[in-house]
């Protein structure tokens, strides 16, 4: 089902894309003002498209560092579990213990 949705998603956004960025290719003068850069001629597709992929992938890194003490408790969780199903195998497997 994911699948699915992605190729249903991904197919027509790659397309609408590609048309945007054929449809724009006049040049952009891009003068960065504050800033002491000389001016950057570009094609107009990238002066947008450009941006967003770099939020995107700002956007994916803060998310994912963000995330990092959820994953790690979940890792712990995961070992403390394995750890306290072995030993509750060990203590069933005896035979004065449990079971």
Known sequence: MNRLFGWTVGIPLIL???VF??????AVH???WPLPLE?????????????LV???????????LTATPTRRLARDQARRIESL??????IKGRPDGGG
Do not use: D, K, Y
């Open 85 to 90: 199903e072995r030993q509750l195998g060990a």
């Open 54 to 64: 770099i939020g995107l992938i700002g956007g994916v890194t803060l998310s994912w």
């Open 39 to 51: 001016p950057v001629e570009l094609p107009a597709f990238l002066a947008v498209l450009l941006p």
């Open 30 to 32: 891009l003068e960065l």
């Open 21 to 26: 960025a054929i449809s724009n290719r006049a």
């Open 16 to 18: 609408l894309i590609a």
